[in-house]
């Protein structure tokens, strides 16, 4: 098992930067893969970016260039850099982990606004 822990969400203004942090504990060895994605009200939920345990990261086109993922694989922890925000950028974010017998794990989520 594996548990997800989200934090570093809040209210921000348009052009501004946060930073989310996830933190993994558990059978975090099996872990092959991790990401972030996000649910605004009234819509799907959908991939922000990811990154594998190799490194090699893959963001939605609507946040390349102002997001940035990355982790420390020795404090089990990832992140997401978020620069230039915008309204529509409003959302729960979720953590996500899946691991090498394709379990997938979720965080609770942390709220992310950007006000106009």
């Known amino acids: 098992q594996v548990r997800i822990v989200e934090s570093g969400g809040g209210l921000v203004q348009a052009g501004g930067s946060l930073r989310l942090s996830c933190e993994a504990s558990?059978?975090?060895?099996?872990?092959?893969?991790m990401g972030w994605y996000r649910q605004a009200p009234g819509k799907q939920r959908e991939l922000v970016t990811t990154?594998?345990?190799?490194?090699?990261?893959n963001y939605a086109d609507s946040v390349k260039g102002r997001f940035t993922i990355s982790g420390d694989n020795a404090k089990n922890t990832l992140y997401l850099q978020m620069n230039s925000l915008k309204p529509e950028d409003t959302a729960v974010y979720y953590c996500?982990?899946?691991?090498?017998?394709?379990?997938?794990?979720w965080g609770q989520g942390t709220q992310v606004t950007v006000s106009s």
């Open positions: 996500h982990a899946s691991t090498t017998l394709w379990v997938n794990y």
């Open positions: 990154i594998t345990r190799a490194g090699h990261t």
């Open positions: 558990g059978s975090t060895s099996g872990i092959n893969a």
